[in-house]
T-cell receptor
Framework: EAGVVQSPRYKIIEKKQPVAFWCNPISGHNTLYWYLQNLGQGPELLIRYENEEAVDDSQLPKDRFSAERLKGVDSTLKIQPAELGDSAVYLC?????????????FGPGTRLTVL | TQLLEQSPQFLSIQEGENLTVYCNSS?????LQWYRQEPGEGPVLLVT?????EVKKLKRLTFQFGDARKDSSLHITAAQPGDTGLYLC??????????FGQGTRLTINP
């Protein structure tokens, strides 16, 4: 069974440029998450989707970040414009359901470098 | 302010030694999960504990959830180079909201 797929794996852009990340969750998983992981830190939740609905986006910087999950499957996370401080790994995860103990399966992440 | 504090942040030991990693908080969690993350990969779930005082074993790894559900520990017996990685604890607070600690970077030297 395929795991969570993310692309691109690496992205280098100049500040003020836009960037987009794509995530394909495990088939049948209703819940999808985007996390940000800074170097030497644990992941921090940006947004959580239940099917196509964003149910928790309280940590998403909405002035420059946006996300969508059309048709409740794939998702994209966009930053426009990117700032130097956005350099980090962006992780996507999915889970079957929304139980607090349900296993979250993580993708390999997209490493963003903003110059 | 880090909701979950992990200690130590870095640990480098020789193969065959034992070690314990701690995850502490002043908050109560409904569940506590431990993940291991290798370079260039996402975290992979090792275990979930939900009951205060619960102990779970995974081969040479022993996980314990504190009685008050505020802290947890991970003990590794006879560490091997394959145990090298970033160990993350994550507390569950209802409806799939996980709060991660900053991680313990473990290096096992042959």
């Amino acid at each position: 069974e395929a795991g969570v797929v993310q692309s691109p794996r690496y992205k280098i852009i100049e500040k003020k440029q836009p960037v987009a990340f794509w995530c394909n969750p495990i088939s049948g998983h209703n819940t999808l998450y985007w996390y940000l992981q800074n170097l030497g830190q644990g992941p921090e939740l940006l947004i959580r989707y239940e099917n196509e609905e964003a149910v928790d986006d309280s940590q998403l910087p909405k002035d420059r970040f946006s996300a969508e999950r059309l048709k409740g499957v794939d998702s994209t996370l966009k930053i426009q414009p990117a700032e130097l401080g956005d350099s980090a790994v962006y992780l996507c995860a999915s889970s079957l359901d929304s139980s607090s103990t349900d296993t979250q399966y993580f993708g390999p992440g997209t490493r963003l470098t903003v110059l | 302010t880090q909701l979950l504090e992990q200690s130590p942040q870095f640990l480098s030991i020789q193969e065959g030694e034992n070690l314990t990693v701690y995850c502490n908080s002043s908050s109560v969690f409904s569940s506590l999960q431990w993940y291991r993350q290798e370079p260039g990969e996402g975290p992979v779930l090792l275990v979930t504990v939900v009951t205060g005082g619960e102990v779970k074993k995974l081969k040479r790894l022993t996980f314990q959830f504190g009685d008050a559900r505020k802290d947890s520990s991970l003990h590794i017996t006879a560490a091997q180079p394959g145990d090298t990685g970033l160990y993350l604890c994550a507390g569950g607070r209802g409806a799939q909201k996980l709060v991660f600690g900053q991680g313990t970077r473990l290096t096992i030297n042959p």
